[in-house]
T-cell receptor
């Protein structure tokens, strides 16, 4: 089954404790992306990657890191989480620039205390 | 920078009726893609419909259709014969074609279908 998986689905952590949210897709998609969703703000892009070893900042990259060492994986790293990073996070993948095939992961609800 | 505006935070519609959700965008680009996504209470993001800016014809997917007005930079979503399962948050999104890498989303419209 074609899908994007994220782990964990829910996470409660404390300020400053490094964490990683994993994202994996099994469709050989080139484009992957991370978003955060906050009430009243819609989805905002954090980072995206057009291919292996190619990553770029989106609108809200501060406080986040990503890496793309393999085509299928695109982890999101919070080196020192803060309460303003409490949010719902989505990973997504797209096959190509025709944007015909787009898949979102199920979301990760992160709470930073 | 591109912006996407959804001016209706909440809407409701009677079951079986038709509803139109509004979206406007601002760009200097000539070629781009526009999308409507649905997010039901499960939070899963689902692509509803996609429009290529260089195509004059409005996209249609079953009960979902768009009214794409390029000159006015407007991209509204029409849902016909509304069903209870259409209750969800709807997001409009934009990306430039060819050289575009960043998606821009609107703030969403919460649609409730009333039985």
């Amino acid at each position: 089954e074609a899908q994007v998986t994220q782990n964990p689905r829910y996470l409660i952590t404390v300020t400053g404790k490094k964490l990683t949210v994993t994202c994996s897709q099994n469709m050989n998609h080139e484009y992957m992306s991370w978003y955060r969703q906050d009430p009243g703000l819609g989805l905002r892009q954090i980072y995206y990657s057009m291919n292996v070893e190619v990553t770029d900042k989106g609108d809200v990259p501060e406080g986040y890191k990503v890496s793309r060492k393999e085509k299928r994986n695109f982890p999101l790293i919070l080196e020192s989480p803060s309460p303003n990073q409490t949010s719902l996070y989505f990973c997504a993948s797209i096959r190509d620039r025709g944007y015909n095939e787009q898949f979102f992961g199920p979301g990760t609800r992160l709470t930073v205390l | 920078a591109q912006t996407v505006t959804q001016s209706q935070p909440e809407m409701s519609v009677q079951e079986a009726e038709t509803v139109t959700l509004s979206c406007t965008y601002d760009t200097s680009e000539n070629n781009y893609y526009l999308f409507w996504y649905k997010q039901p209470p499960s939070r899963q993001m689902i692509l509803v419909i996609r429009q290529e800016a260089y195509k004059q014809q409005n996209a249609t997917e079953n009960r979902f259709s768009v009214n794409f007005q390029k000159a006015a930079k407007s991209f509204s979503l029409k849902i016909s014969d509304s069903q209870l399962g259409d209750t969800a948050m709807y997001f409009c999104a934009f990306i430039r074609a060819n050289t575009g890498n960043q998606f821009y989303f609107g703030t969403g419209t919460s649609l409730t279908v009333i039985p």
